[in-house]
């Protein structure tokens, strides 16, 4: 799987924004598509994750509320729509894929095998 994020831009609290991943590969039917973030200074943490074929989707307390994720499967693409944005959403937000992953361990990003490079998103106070 090859992931590519895209989107990423300087926007102001309160407002919106809109990532994207774009996925390239074989095949997806066991695939779960994850966003982590990385802010300055701190540790990668997750974000939210949706399995490729569809059902209910997992958010970190941080963002839930505020972000939804969603896939196209026509289009091959993971999005993460952000809305209410805070400066402390501030991060290097990275896509990822994991084959076979249990509910349970979404949020764990050593369970991820394929990661797309980074996009920035800086939220201005």
């Known amino acids: 799987v090859q992931l590519q994020a895209s989107g990423g831009g300087l926007v102001q609290a309160g407002g919106s924004l809109k990532l994207s991943c774009a996925a390239s590969g074989s095949t997806f039917n066991d695939v779960t598509l994850a966003w982590f973030r990385q802010a300055p200074g701190k540790e990668r943490e997750f974000v939210a994750a949706?399995?490729?074929?569809?059902?209910?989707?997992n958010y970190a307390d941080s963002v839930k509320g505020r972000v939804t994720i969603s896939r196209d499967r026509a289009k091959k693409t993971m999005d993460l729509q952000m809305n209410n944005v805070r400066p402390e959403d501030t991060a290097v937000y990275y896509c990822a894929a994991s084959y076979r992953l249990i509910a349970g361990l979404v949020h764990r990003e050593d369970r991820y095998n394929y990661w797309g490079r980074g996009t920035q998103v800086t939220v201005s106070s």
């Open positions: 949706m399995r490729w074929t569809g059902g209910s989707a």
